[in-house]
């Protein structure tokens, strides 16, 4: 007659962590074997076998004592230690959350992960006319994420148009808008495409923040052609008894430059067919894995 096999080590410790992770959660909840077995419909006898490590109970079996000490069965059998009952609190919490309340508490949890913080937004920086909004809205299509304007934000956050919030609040009441709306659609947006003015850059807290929670593109373009889109939208304000606005325009892209050179990529659309420039923010996008998940899940 053949002697059995030896129990491998690892099936051992296996066997020794179940019966003290047992005992230890029927001892936390002060509940007596008997109790344990009324519970779990797994006999006293069966129990005491296995919180002394000589039980081979079976997985059935071992999901009933698991369900009636309310943890884990992966908790039971894991070479980790299992979870704090606060922690696995949290985690239930966490899995039951609306998305946006999940990358607050990931952005809160890794502070120190820029990826984290920036999670999968884009933020396209630059001057007006520099292509932004198409370039923006054709590529959140082509990717199928949100595509969000701030200046809509903006009007939502306060209720009425653009030009009445100007004539209402002033640059100053614009400013605070502004931060708000960005703050919104960070807690509103895990995942998206926004396209901000290009006198953010001018407002360094606001500024600091788009840096700091969003991958960040510059959509330039050249002085010659900002005008002419400008134009071609149907806004004549920037030549209308103005013969040095091309002057100014030069002036503003050159104190500018610097803040906008603080963005991780650049995407130049200068002499190209809008398409092109499609196809640049996709492929910088794509390249540097701004709407990839690391960091954020």
Same mark, same amino acid.
Request: glycine share 6%; aromatic share 4%; charged share 25%.
């Given at each position: ?51 002394? !490590? ?20 992966? $908790? ?93 609040? !002033? ?18 947006? $895990? ?107």
């Amino acid at each position: 007659m053949t002697s059995p096999k030896p129990i491998p080590a690892a099936s051992v410790a296996m066997i020794e962590r179940l019966a003290t992770r047992v005992r230890a959660a029927r001892t936390a909840q002060g509940l007596p074997r008997r109790a344990l077995s009324d519970m779990s419909g797994v006999s006293p006898r069966y129990l005491a076998q296995l919180e002394a !490590g000589e039980g081979n109970i079976s997985v059935i079996l071992l999901d009933r004592v698991a369900t009636a000490l309310n943890v884990r069965i992966e $908790d039971l059998l894991s070479e980790a230690p299992p979870m704090r009952a606060d922690v696995a609190r949290v985690a239930r919490l966490y899995e039951v959350a609306a998305a946006p309340v999940q990358g607050r508490v990931r952005a809160l949890l890794a502070p120190e992960n820029p990826m984290a913080l920036r999670a999968q937004r884009v933020c396209l920086i630059g001057l007006r006319g520099a292509g932004k909004s198409t370039l923006g809205r054709r590529a959140a299509e082509k990717l199928k994420v949100p595509f969000v304007e701030l200046t809509d934000a903006i009007e939502a956050e306060a209720g009425i148009p653009l030009g009445e919030v100007m004539a209402l609040y !002033g640059q100053d009441g614009y400013r605070a808008l502004e931060a708000q709306a960005i703050t919104r659609v960070i807690d509103d947006h $895990d995942k998206l495409i926004l396209a901000v003015a290009g006198g953010i850059v001018g407002e360094p807290a606001t500024y600091a923040q788009v840096l700091e929670r969003f991958h960040t593109v510059w959509v330039r373009t050249s002085p010659a052609e900002h005008m002419a889109r400008v134009r071609a939208q149907g806004d004549l304000r920037p030549m209308e008894g103005n013969p040095g606005a091309m002057d100014q325009l030069k002036s503003f892209l050159t104190t500018r430059t610097p803040l906008y050179e603080r963005a991780l990529a650049q995407v130049d659309t200068s002499a190209k067919p809008v398409q092109m420039s499609v196809n640049d923010l996709l492929a910088t996008i794509a390249s540097n894995r701004f709407l990839d998940s690391i960091g954020t899940e």
